[in-house]
């Protein structure tokens, strides 16, 4: 199987970190995301221990929140000891609301509000990650008011394509996110931020791109990264500490994807971050990542139940399910491949191929096409693989939809750790 924790029981039913699919969705209910948090730790642990063994002493990986969030999930952060980025007023109170030291916590985001700003400083957030002149004032500003000197990293644009989906690719120049070194305006900012009274600056970030399985694209950011550092030290006196080379390493969404060692990954990076700053002649920062997907991604799938087969003669099949872009937008968005199985019959091998449509009244919410699985009745369980990431935090209430609950198993228990929506809950804010 794709991933080590699915496997197939007696009856014929896949199992997920050792559950029985189908008992699960009939405790639950459809649509149903089902996460696996023994795995999730396992990976902290992996990203955890990788940092500790190669790079310098504080050098710590951050949750990217906007993979994932919901308190239970900071819960399990702060357990585990690592920092998380948080890119709203939600995820910090989210997080908040979790128990997680928000110290820990990383602003980021491309235009930060004044109220979002003041909101996060109130609640001691230990760093902002700086996107644009206009958040210099501004944090600047309301950080006197409040009388605080707030830490905040420059996240700059090193120019780099890391040959990934347009839409989850970010580092370019022309990227709508950070300052570009290329035109001299990353620079500038850096002068700018020193000389804020209520301003301390810890260092840079960067963060190419999602869905990345090789580490070239790191390197090559960590190469211009330091040079940058290199440069700024000269030119202003200030020198880095810290470093942040973002997220985005890949998972494997079907059989075609790489398995990833990233703690062998993490390792390529450190060691061309070290030979780079013995070349350069400057100490080596802490380093710092954010994995949201590879931390999440593959520790989750979702179980839905199947309403029809329906064969247009000469044509294609659509296998129709509960569920579809309302609580999983991603081949809506980006044509993104998920593996499916027919977990009913999990021992079975494929004998159609389909588009699995989702119940939106929209000819493109589709879950994908050209599906290969066991020909499904009417209530048997589909399994769509992989969706640990960007699939609840991306739901929607698209045809006022109900969002599904999220159940998390491990060793001992499967407990529900976001209840599903009700009719209630979709009319709660109307007047
Ligand atoms: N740091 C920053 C600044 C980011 O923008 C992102 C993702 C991450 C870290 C985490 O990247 P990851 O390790 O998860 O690749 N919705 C899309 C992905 C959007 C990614 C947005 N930024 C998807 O479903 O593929």
């Known amino acids: 199987m794709i991933h080590n924790n699915l496997s197939i029981n007696s009856v014929g039913h896949l199992t997920f970190a050792g559950y029985d699919t189908v008992e699960l969705a009939n405790k639950y209910g459809t649509p149903l995301y089902l996460m696996d948090e023994d795995k999730i ?91 644009c ?72 970030h960067c963060h190419v791109g999602s869905q990345i399985f090789e580490s070239e694209p790191f390197c090559t950011a960590a190469e211009i990264m330091l040079s940058f550092i290199k440069s700024v030290k000269e030119e202003t006196g200030f020198l880095a500490s810290a470093l942040n080379l973002g997220g985005g390493f890949g998972v494997r969404y079907t059989e075609k994807d790489p398995v990833t060692d990233y703690r062998a990954k993490i390792k390529e990076v450190a060691d061309v971050v070290n030979a780079l700053c013995k070349n350069l002649g400057i100490p080596v920062p802490k380093i710092l990542m954010e994995p949201g997907r590879s931390l999440v991604a593959d520790a989750g799938i979702t179980l839905y139940t199947v309403g029809s087969v329906k064969e247009i003669t000469g044509y294609k099949t659509y296998v129709s399910i509960d569920g579809g872009m309302a609580d999983n937008p991603r081949f809506a968005l980006y044509e993104a491949e998920h593996t499916v199985i027919n977990a009913t019959h999990a021992d079975k091998k494929p004998n159609l191929v389909a588009s699995v449509a989702g119940r939106c009244c929209e000819s493109g919410d589709l879950i994908g096409e050209k599906l290969s699985l066991y020909k499904p009745s009417r209530n048997d369980i589909l399994a769509v693989l992989t969706t640990g990431a960007y699939n609840y935090s991306m739901a929607s209430n698209y045809n006022r939809i109900e969002r599904p609950c999220v159940v998390m198993v491990n060793k001992t228990k499967d407990y529900i750790a976001v209840k599903r929506e009700t009719l209630d809950d979709l009319i709660s804010l109307d007047e």
């Open 41 to 131: 730790r396992n990976r902290v642990r992996v990203y955890k221990q990788a940092f500790k063994d190669f790079f310098p002493e504080g050098s710590v990986p951050e949750y990217a929140s906007k993979a994932f969030s919901c308190k239970r999930i900071y819960e399990i952060m702060a357990e585990e000891g690592i920092n998380i980025d948080a890119v709203s007023k939600g995820e910090i109170y989210t997080a908040k609301k979790a128990g997680f030291n928000l110290a820990n916590c990383f602003f980021h985001g491309n235009n930060k509000t004044d109220s979002d700003i003041a909101f996060a400083i109130d609640n001691g957030v230990g760093h902002f990650v700086v996107d």
């Open 133 to 204: 002149i206009e958040e210099i004032y501004a944090i600047n500003k309301i950080a006197a008011e409040k009388n605080v000197v707030q830490k905040v990293f420059l996240r700059v644009s090193p120019g780099i394509d890391p040959h990934t989906h347009k839409k989850i690719s970010t580092g370019s120049v022309e990227s709508k996110f950070g300052i570009a070194i290329e035109t001299g305006q990353a620079m500038d900012a850096v002068r700018l931020i020193l000389e804020q009274k209520n301003l301390s600056l810890c260092g840079f």
